[in-house]
């Protein structure tokens, strides 16, 4: 089982950008995904997450009413659409998701990190 997230870059204060990261392999069922981030220097903290298949999400204080969490389930895939990006939102993202695999325990399972940098 692989994730693999993409989509960070530069961009100035203000702008968007939008996050994906893709499951693959071997994989029964996927409860929830998420989101994380670590700043320079910093703990992974936090940001958002889909869970119940979906059916719900859930957002760090911080981003709420800036960043949207959504999945496509045929795809594998979660998003996160983040607007009004500010300095602070400098960070590594991580994806996770809570799967079970076709072999094995479902467990949590980390995908690799994408840069965002907020900077003009």
């Known amino acids: 089982v692989q994730l693999q997230a993409s989509g960070g870059g530069l961009v100035r204060p203000g702008g968007f950008l939008r996050l994906s990261c893709a499951a693959s392999?071997?994989?029964?069922?996927?409860?929830?995904m998420s989101w994380y981030r670590q700043a320079p220097g910093g703990e992974r903290v936090f940001v958002a997450a889909?869970?119940?298949?979906?059916?719900?999400?859930d957002y760090a204080d911080s981003v709420k009413g800036r960043f949207t969490i959504s999945r496509d389930n045929a795809k594998k895939t979660v998003y996160l659409e983040m607007n009004t990006l500010q300095p602070e939102d400098t960070a590594v993202y991580y994806c996770?998701?809570?799967?079970?695999?076709?072999?094995?325990?479902?467990?949590?399972?980390w995908g690799t990190g994408t840069l965002v940098t907020v900077s003009s």
């Open positions: 996770k998701a809570y799967l079970k695999p076709t072999i094995g325990p479902p467990g949590d399972f």
């Open positions: 392999g071997t994989i029964s069922s996927i409860n929830s």
């Open positions: 889909s869970t119940s298949g979906g059916s719900r999400t």
